[in-house]
């Protein structure tokens, strides 16, 4: 059979029509033999990256993942798309292992599944001299890093395991969690030949970002009022309840249940039988909501889940935005909500100090160091749980990644800001960098604004900022919104910044757009931050001290309007057909009761969604439903079609 295109790969075996962003690139350099490092959020679509090139190649492609769970899922999966795979880990007994490194052997798959332990087996690394794989795919690759939260030593193997086979494959590494650290980590241990580095945005548009102060112990203030409201809205769609311990999980869940929640629970503390036996509830959607510790998860490939919530707030904020992606994978609007209770905090400094003590693998000064930044870490995420400003911006930031002050789809975005015109203060902030422009000289955003606030500082006078007329005219500002609008001034273009020197130090510089803006005298109306308590108090206290500062500019010259682009971030457009939906979800529902695989194996929700809206009439045009590829469509399109047909 001639060589199918990647294209054609991903519509036939997976019903898609086109590639993600990233996703086209890796999958190129893949086929070309290149080393990937590939750093994409949860629901990216990274296995994909590596699945579509297997068949394309026809080759054997070696997924090394830490998460046995995840392995019979996509295994599944495949076998549903039409693409041969399978698995070798613990689940299985001797005999079920031999027979399938018996059909490796034989050539028989293109992606095979294994723990890392097992790359230093005698019997595994024959197979692979016999067959060798022409890609190894290393998912979860931050785990080979020390300085993550999630280190895994038996990752260090890898590179042992990848210099005995009898030629090098192209190795790819695959991360949803990676700081800056962390990826130059997996690129100096794995050893990776000058790979091509991927890295997508981080950003979940679907997922709205909420935190939520509780206060007592019970009430609608309280975290178990505020969890049932969440639930509530949910009507009875599946979520996942994360708690920082195992009794708490058994409080919620016992919770959940006396409200009448049909709720399971997952925790170390239980037998592994009821472990698997409670996640195949939920996945199976026997139950609407897990109650979890963070042991449950990873390797959960539910793409329905329409909630997490968090109980107790996560040690880092790696964990927490790793926790919260497993909502809306399937593209559909989701909410991440996190309760915060000040005496999480203790709570998690606790587990963190004790942790640290137990963990016996390291020396005394490294465990003080990994202490260090367990803490540093713990301290971001209790400024994620209390800050005011847009979650996504912080969330964004932290895995650097430049992204606007204002979201519109956060719970701070919602309450925390205001449309105001801040035409005056645009116009002050502009000056201020144009009359630096004069004295030709260039700053960075600090500088600029310690020269509107009028800092006393000492870097300040020595370079003669203080005699700049913009010096103070914006004293009683506090940083963070003359921060926020010197930012929203630069997103929208009125100011630009340049990279200068060999430190690569960014300034800020007037535009084309910048003298356009403060001659016409444009309107600029934008969401801004409202002020806090504090920020009101003390503009009170310097207002009285020196008199109010500014007047309007003339209204006559405000004509034109700045583009106040605030985000109205998706809530789906109205259901086509929902009774129609309703009833394809039944149709799902029994054919994957027949098939035994979970509901969303079959279809995505999404997927159903766009059935509803299309309403195909044939085999044809149901293959231009995204999610429906050729497989699926034969064996599944006449019984959809006919729902539809009966609908219409
Ligand atoms: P990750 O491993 O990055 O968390 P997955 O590989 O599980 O993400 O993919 C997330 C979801 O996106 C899955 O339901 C997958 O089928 C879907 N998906 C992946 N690639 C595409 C694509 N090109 N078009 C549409 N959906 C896609
Ligand atoms: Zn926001």
Known sequence: MAQRSPEQVLKEHFGYDEFRPNQREIVEAILKGRDVLAVMPTGAGKSVCYQVPSVVSQGLTLVISPLISLMKDQVRALGQAG????????????????ETIQAAAAGGFRLLYVAPERLSAPSFLGLCRDMPPCVVAIDEAHCISQWGQDFRPSYLGINDFIGRLPQRPAVCAFTATATRQVREDIVRV??????????????????????????????????????????????????????????????????????????????????????????????????????????????????????????????????????????????????????????????????????????????????????????????????????????RRFLLDYFDEEAPGFCGNCSNCETQFEERDVTLEAQKIISCVYRLGQRNRTVGKATIVDILRGSKGAKIRDAGYDTLSTYGIMEQESTRRLRFLLDALLERGLLDTQIVGRGNYKVVVTNSASAHFLKSGEVFRIKVPRETKRERARKRLREGASGPVGTPTNPKARRHSASARVAAPGKRAAEADPQLFQRLKELRASIAAEAGVPAYVVFSDRTLHEMCERLPCNTEEMLEVSGVGRLKAERYAQRFLSVINASR
């Not at 693409?83 to 031999?98: E, F, G, K, T, V």
């Not at 889940?305 to 809306?328: C, K, T, W």
Request: hydrophobic share 35%; glycine share 8%.
């Open 190 to 391: 794995l050893k990776l030949r000058d790979p091509v580095c991927m890295q997508a945005s981080f950003d979940r548009p679907n997922l709205h970002f909420s935190t939520r102060r509780a206060t007592g112990s019970s009430g609608p203030r309280s975290k178990d009022g505020m969890l049932k409201k969440v639930i509530e809205k949910h009507g009875g769609q599946s979520g996942i309840v994360y708690c920082m311990t195992r009794r708490t999980v058994e409080e919620v869940c016992d919770a959940l249940r006396s409200w009448g929640v049909s709720a399971t629970r997952y925790h170390g503390g239980l037998g592994a039988a009821e472990r698997r036996t409670n996640q195949d509830d939920f996945v199976f959607d026997r139950a609407q909501v897990m109650v979890a510790t963070n042991a449950f998860g990873m390797g959960i490939d539910k793409s329905d889940v329409g909630f997490i919530v968090h109980y107790n707030m996560p040690l880092d904020v790696e964990s927490y935005y790793q926790e919260a992606g497993r909502a809306g994978r399937d593209g559909e609007p989701a909410d991440c909500v996190l309760l915060y209770a000040p005496k999480d905090v203790r709570t998690a400094e606790f587990l963190l100090s004790n942790g640290y003590r137990e963990s016996g693998e390291v020396d005394g000064p490294t465990r003080q160091e990994l202490l260090r930044r367990a803490h540093e870490r713990l301290k971001q995420m209790t400024f994620y749980a209390t800050t005011q400003d847009c979650l």
């Open 83 to 98: 693409i041969p795979a399978a698995y070798l880990n613990s689940a299985l007994d001797s005999r079920q292992q031999q």
